[in-house]
């Protein structure tokens, strides 16, 4: 039985993305040895994991707890058990679920079922999309009460109310990513949420604008500072076209994914010359547009533009990816 052997500051890390993308063994208990964690996988999954040590566990922890879909088995019909998805999203003591309309009449024994089999979680919500030009959540209470929570990522604190503002557990490892390429630098976050990039960034950075448009987001934003206890963050409140600091920054973050339209505002955010990192919702057909669109905004104000890196960070839609451009303006 394999496991991925993982140092603590790492675990958290590494636990979510095994249990996105399905490789987590759930029969199994998470194991401590000193300064490593070892995270139980499924037999077949340990190329995701090359970057990690893969081991064979000797003495497993059986996990006696049940899933909620074995909860489930005796009070939902197996038809309607099928199609009810195997995992859902945690932000703090909140679980977030993605639920089709042909199984929602059993909504309520699902949601009792997966606060049953984890003690972790308060409340249950169902995610019904996003509304309007900021994205706010649009979420039924199935379960549980409760909206608000705190939700720790790598060791920074994030508060947040899950039916005002989104949090994106799929771009967890592109925060820490671009925080750790950050050393003593000035940063503008452009759509700076409630600190998504801002908070992790600001523990290495001299000094971080973070500009935000959304009120519920920006009073989220100035608790998670005092939180964190930030004392280089720079808050604005209002529309980053109009209110983005010209020439300071050694880096500019751009993590909206309709943000295209700013990309000129974001490089004179650069001070003579520094780094850019774009995000883009794109049709695969035309996964080089991302590309083109940070070059052609770079000619258009007389920059030279180099392209460090391009990355898939996870998949949008069908047939649609959400990528970042990483690029050296000069």
Known sequence: MKAVRVRKERAEEVRRFAERIGAKDRNRLIKTSGDYVEIPILDGYEHNF??????????????????????????????????????????GDIAILKLREDAAIYAKEIAEAIIASNPRIRAVW??????????????????????????????????????????????????????????????????????YFTIPIAKRAEKVYAVELNHDAYRYLLENIRLNKLKNVLPVLGDSMFVTPEQVADRVVMGHIFSQDFLEVAIRALER???????????????????ERVRRASRRLGKECKILDFRRVKNYAPGVVHVVVDALIY
């Open 126 to 195: 169902r995610d019904l999309g996003k509304e309007g030009m900021l994205r706010r959540p649009k979420l039924e209470l199935l379960a549980g009460s409760g909206s608000e929570t705190l939700h720790v990522e790598n060791g920074c604190i994030f508060k947040l109310d899950v039916t005002k503002v989104m949090f994106s557990l799929g771009n967890q490892h592109e925060r820490q990513r671009v925080a750790k390429e950050v050393e003593g630098e000035i940063v503008v976050d452009m759509f700076a949420g409630i600190g």
């Open 50 to 91: 090359s970057n990690f040590e893969i081991i064979e566990q000797v003495d497993a922890l059986e996990n006696p707890r049940k899933s909620f879909l074995e909860i489930l088995k005796n009070s939902v019909p197996k038809e309607i058990l099928q199609l009810i998805p195997q995992s859902y999203k945690i932000v």
């Open 273 to 291: 010359r520094g780094i850019l990192h774009y995000h883009e919702s794109t049709p695969l057909k035309v996964l080089d547009r991302p590309l």
